[in-house]
């Protein structure tokens, strides 16, 4: 496969962007590659600026549920650019959409539109705090919430209840707030509300963690969290960036029936530009200027292009059988590969329309699993698969995604592809 243009479309990007990348994954460093640059997107389609194809189950990190540049949200984006891109000022469209996220997720109740999932996390645990008036926030190990300074926090080596930054420059006293424990793990979420209850603010969860790779809660374990932050008068914030609309309409809260107290989802909400959003109960809300105390605020925030974009995705979710048909896929997709990896020390672990193979892993239930992983194997599968026309995730820790847009042509060869690799 020639990627001359690609190389040197990275050579000159060292050269005023770090690591010719805006966002660090893109680099494709751990899986030993050097990055693709795309030209353009259709369906499930890349193609490169080499002019390679590539069939797509990245997607974006999960944004394109529709498969790229659908002509009907691309409709609704260019209608919108027609009028003006940004305001400053409401629009009809942002009432519009948070109907419709409401409507799809009612816990809900109000709603309040911003430019990333890591200003929505950053903003529902500033309102949790101030809230609750405590200080303490509960992540899970593995569990990826944006990169707000509070929330760069790694378990801390033995000592339970101290955490370590992942980043530099983040302040020690900012980690402090912050307890990282294991996923899946009811004893250390028990003892640390025995120790600690009175202080913690909230508890935040990717219900179904993707971004360690796909892992499956326990049975149990989310009711646990309800259980557990409404007996403490704590919060429980389901960051729900990319299970929201992804797992079903009504995200992991639907498919376990939990309600939050606050939810945060991003990617699909936009339909593929800059937009997230969260929201939750009335009181909880009430508290966010300009009505409350809390303060939040956006230039381009509910921004005119996103949200019609936003809207018309939502609207196509909603018709009738989507899921179905999407579930549909996934449910002849997964056996198939399945049986292609059977024998072969590789886990497939799979919620709905996402799935993530662990290589050299029998059980993943947690972070500490999954870094036991052999991520040099993974790397090669990466690298062979893109070889083969393939664009997955790049990385072990990351989860791949179907879309309607997949023809069971293109999951038939990949399931060949990942047969011919072994
Ligand atoms: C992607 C993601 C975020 C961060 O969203 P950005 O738009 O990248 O800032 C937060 N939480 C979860 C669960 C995510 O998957």
Redesign the pocket.
């Given at each position: 496969m020639n990627r001359e243009k690609s190389v040197a479309a990275y050579k000159e990007a060292v050269q005023y962007i770090p690591g010719g990348v805006n966002s660090p994954v893109r680099a494709l460093r751990s899986v030993g590659e050097s990055p693709l640059f795309i030209r353009r997107a259709k369906a499930t389609r890349l193609t490169d600026v080499d002019g390679n194809r590539f069939t797509d189950f990245c997607l974006s990190?999960g944004v394109f549920i529709l498969g790229h540049a659908h002509p009907q949200v691309n409709r609704a984006a260019r209608q919108a650019i027609a009028n003006g891109t940004s305001y400053g000022i409401p629009s009809l469209q942002e009432t519009e959409l948070a109907k419709l996220v409401n409507r799809h997720i009612p816990s809900m109740q109000k709603v309040r539109f911003v430019n990333?999932?890591?200003?929505a996390?950053m903003s529902a645990i500033r309102l949790a705090r101030g809230f609750t008036r405590r200080t303490l926030i509960v992540k899970f190990d593995g569990c990826?919430?944006?990169h707000a300074d509070h929330l760069l926090v790694s378990a801390g080596s033995g000592v339970a209840g101290l955490g370590e930054s992942s980043s530099a420059g983040v302040p020690s006293g900012f980690v402090a707030c912050t307890i990282s424990i294991p996923f899946n793990d009811r004893e250390a979420v028990g003892r640390l509300f025995r120790e600690k209850g009175e202080q913690i603010a909230a508890v935040i969860v990717?219900p179904v963690p993707?971004?360690m790779g796909v892992v499956l809660p326990h049975d149990g374990f989310l009711q646990y969290l309800r259980d557990i932050t409404a007996q403490h008068n704590s919060l429980l914030i389901f960051?729900e960036?990319?299970t929201g609309f992804r797992l079903s309409g009504g995200g992991a809260q639907k498919t376990f029936r939990i309600t939050p107290d606050l939810t945060?989802v991003?990617?699909i909400v936009g339909g593929g530009f800059p937009a997230?959003a969260f929201g939750g109960r009335n009181d909880i809300m009430a508290l966010l200027a300009p009505d409350g105390a809390v303060y939040q605020a956006g230039t381009l925030s509910g921004n005119p292009v996103a949200m019609s974009a936003g809207i018309e995705t939502l609207r196509i979710l909603s018709e009738e059988g989507f899921y179905e048909n999407l579930e549909a896929r996934a449910n002849a997709f997964f056996p198939a590969l399945q049986d292609v990896i059977r024998g072969k020390d590789i886990l497939l672990n799979r919620a709905g329309s996402m799935f993530t193979l662990f290589f050299k892993a029998d059980k993943i239930h947690s972070f500490e699993d999954v870094k036991k992983t052999d991520r040099e194997y993974f790397a090669r599968f990466f690298r062979f698969m893109l070889a083969h026309n393939f664009y997955i995730s790049p990385s072990q820790f990351e989860a791949n995604f179907l879309s309607v847009a997949h023809t069971e042509k293109e999951l038939e060869r990949f399931t060949k592809a990942v047969k011919m690799f072994f």
């Open positions: 990190w990333s999932g890591t200003e996390v990826y919430h944006g990717e993707a971004n960051d960036v990319i945060t991003g990617k997230a």
